[in-house]
Nanobody, 125 residues
Framework: QVQLVESGGGLVQAGGSLRLSCAAS????????MGWFRQAPGKERLFVAA????????YYADSVKGRFTISRDNAKNTVYLHMNSLNSEDTAVYYC??????????????????WGQGTQVTVSS
């Protein structure tokens, strides 16, 4: 059973930065594609960023492109989301997710097999 634990969320002023971490256990981390999604209050969960198992390919939602960077350290079984130039629209619960196998599609929530519990990011204006 794969377990994912997010950390690094918190309160930040508009224009500030945060780095989220997601530590994985229980699986072969380098074999998993990883993604970040977020859910704002009263809204559906949306794709933010994703990365392939070897880190060679990354994918971003248009709303975060150029501001957020996804990366991974397979030696530490951890994926990161570096967030810069934060604004109030980035306020949400952020979830990391892991996908194994050939059915993965970066932007589709349904193609991920395991999810973390989420970490709250609040951007104050």
């Amino acid at each position: 059973q794969v377990q994912l634990v997010e950390s690094g969320g918190g309160l930040v002023q508009a224009g500030g930065s945060l780095r989220l971490s997601c530590a994985a256990s229980g699986g072969t981390f380098s074999s998993s594609a990883m993604g970040w999604f977020r859910q704002a209050p009263g809204k559906e969960r949306l794709f933010v960023a994703a990365i392939t198992g070897n880190g060679a390919n990354t994918y971003y939602a248009d709303s975060v492109k150029g501001r957020f960077t996804i990366s991974r350290d397979n030696a530490k079984n951890t994926v990161y989301l570096h967030m810069n130039s934060l604004n109030s629209e980035d306020t949400a619960v952020y979830y990391c997710a892991a996908a194994y196998g050939s059915r993965w599609f970066p932007r589709l929530e349904s193609r991920y097999d395991y999810w973390g519990q989420g970490t709250q990011v609040t951007v104050s204006s």
